[in-house]
Nanobody
Framework: QVQPVESGGGLVQAGGSLRLSCAASGRTFSNYGMGWFRQAPGKEREFVAAINWSGGSTNYADSVKGRFTISRDDAKNTVYLQMNSLKPEDTAVYYC?????????????????WGQGTQVTVSS
């Protein structure tokens, strides 16, 4: 079982950057796709970015394309989300999740193991 643990959240001004990390352990970590989701107050959790088992394919929500970058380092059992040009509407709790397969998925139903989340707050 892969249990992700997020870190790197915090308070940043609009236009700034943050780099989130998601650490996981287990011998099967490198065999599965990973994703980032976020949930703002009063809203449902939404897809942000996904990466396949090898890191060779990625996918992003339209709202973050050109600003966010997902990557993974299997040697460190870690997936990253580099967030640039942050906007107040990016404020949310960000969650890392492990998919049930090796592919690239954008729907919550494909993910089975979730971290506790890390808070990102973007001020104006």
């Amino acid at each position: 079982q892969v249990q992700p643990v997020e870190s790197g959240g915090g308070l940043v001004q609009a236009g700034g950057s943050l780099r989130l990390s998601c650490a996981a352990s287990g011998r099967t970590f490198s065999n599965y796709g990973m994703g980032w989701f976020r949930q703002a107050p009063g809203k449902e959790r939404e897809f942000v970015a996904a990466i396949n088992w090898s890191g060779g394919s990625t996918n992003y929500a339209d709202s973050v394309k050109g600003r966010f970058t997902i990557s993974r380092d299997d040697a460190k059992n870690t997936v990253y989300l580099q967030m640039n040009s942050l906007k107040p509407e990016d404020t949310a709790v960000y969650y890392c999740a492990t998919a049930g397969g090796e592919g690239l998925y954008s729907h919550e139903a494909w993910y089975y193991y979730w971290g506790q989340g890390t808070q990102v707050t973007v001020s104006s």
